[in-house]
């Protein structure tokens, strides 16, 4: 099952190259915040860079609902007993979502820190998110994702003053896994930090 | 796979059975505070009913040092690759935890919405916690879980004054998949509603 999700993989790789289209497979933890980061970049990128999103979940419509109206064209993909995205679901919505001018392609995966991590859709890069409510060890314990994410988001950091969240002791869990990582801090929902996670969008989108 | 767990859940079953345990199985997403809960339980429980604990994590025995010296047997099972316990494990692990005094087990799940509703593990009820920061719609997103829970606990509601949360919308998307969901809102770190989940707790230890 993974050698033939990781021939696809390689077909969607090539699919997107050839476009110079950069796709970004959005992993986190259920209620990390996924929608509402994505919600916020499709708004600060619009008219600036052209984007697209495939996004997934086990049952309903809501995050492409929530998605829809920013610009940008929105697919949704029900999983139904699946816990991840793979990459033949994905090749089949490329032609469909991903327009002649898009630049940037977000993937929304499913909420799940473990079994998405497993599977290549051929995207350039993973991003991990990391609500700080969910506390300071996640990185060790879950670490398959967090090895291989290019970039880590911690989440939700508006809530800090009500949270007895440790930040050193999370980056040690971090460099633990991960010693290179690119951690940024953000909250979706005031704008704290949104500024460097779309400069590091714009960055890869001029590539 | 399904078929050989079932077996060995089947035979966990009779096991407790037999000595009058009662098994609870504790899912939720990463970072919903199973932990922090069954360290507060622990507490609340010790002298009155005797308990064990099995922890699962893919790595790290965080959580079993955590729940250590609050009066339990608490064992760790680490899954390495895989996203959620099974009925084997546990069977291996059950002589070696469970004394014979035990009333309560409480089997802490790898921190997952989806891969751990599926594998019944001989217990009597499974235990959906769901985080009031993780929003509102969880429930119809990832139902399975939610569908086959004996009780489901709203965490963190002493965060709700700095979130944007609505009750409303949450008991729908529950409604919606378990009409006759128990739900019960706590707070483990203040000691909110904590008081209504003991006496939960008892209920059961005493049948």
Same sequence: chains 1, 2.
């Avoid at 986190?28 to 919600?39: I, N």
Wanted: some cysteine; overall charge positive.
């Amino acid at each position: 099952m993974l050698a033939k999700n990781d021939d696809f993989a390689r077909r969607n790789r090539h699919w997107l190259a050839r476009r110079g289209v950069i796709a970004l497979n959005i992993i986190s933890a259920p209620g990390a915040g996924k929608t509402l980061l994505l919600e916020r970049t499709l708004e600060a990128l619009r008219r600036k860079v052209p984007c697209a999103v495939i996004t997934g979940d086990q049952y309903t419509d809501n995050d492409a609902r929530r998605l829809a109206g920013k610009g940008a064209r929105v697919a949704q993909i029900e999983t139904m007993s699946a816990c991840h995205l793979d990459a033949g679901r994905i090749a089949k919505l490329l032609p469909k979502v991903v327009g002649p001018r898009v630049r940037l392609l977000f993937i929304e995966n499913v909420g799940n820190l473990v079994c998405p991590a497993a599977f290549d859709l051929g995207e350039h890069a993973k991003i991990a998110l990391l609500s700080v409510t969910e506390g300071e060890d996640k990185p060790e314990k879950y670490p398959a994702l967090f090895i291989q994410a290019g970039a880590i988001l911690l989440t939700k950091v508006d809530l800090l003053p009500h949270l007895q969240w440790d930040r050193g002791r999370c980056q040690e869990s971090l460099r633990h896994v991960h010693p290179a990582a690119r951690v940024m801090e953000v909250s979706a929902r005031t704008g704290l930090g949104m500024d460097g996670w779309v400069q590091y969008l714009r960055g890869l989108a001029r590539r």
